[in-house]
Nanobody, 114 residues
């Protein structure tokens, strides 16, 4: 599975962005997809996940601000990020988990300036 992430950019505190992750094959066949992020000098942390059935999980730090969704017709998973904070600044990576392995996208930079 190849994953193409997009939608990152530079925004100010309180603004929003929507990240997209397009897969090279039908996501209806993928067990779970989601997003991790990695800030400079820090480990890669889970942001949000969505299963094939639509169940979602969020990191405590983004609950109520971020929403993950999927569009099977477009083979795409989205991360709507509202009320962005400076601590959301990171490279965001999408992933796809199948029975065989986990695949990663190339990462997209999100920078939130105050």
């Amino acid at each position: 599975v190849q994953l193409q992430a997009s939608g990152g950019g530079v925004v100010h505190t309180g603004e929003f962005l929507r990240l997209s992750c397009e897969a090279s094959r039908p996501i209806s066949s993928i067990t779970q997809m989601g997003w991790y992020r990695q800030a400079p000098g820090k480990q890669r942390d889970l942001v949000a996940t969505i299963t094939r059935s639509g169940s979602t999980v969020y990191a405590d730090s983004v609950k109520g601000r971020f929403t993950i969704s999927r569009d099977n017709a477009k083979n795409t998973v989205y991360l709507q990020m509202n009320s962005l904070k400076s601590e959301d600044t990171a490279v965001y990576y999408c992933y796809a988990q199948t029975i065989q392995r986990t695949y990663w996208g190339q990462g997209t930079q999100v920078t939130v300036s105050s």
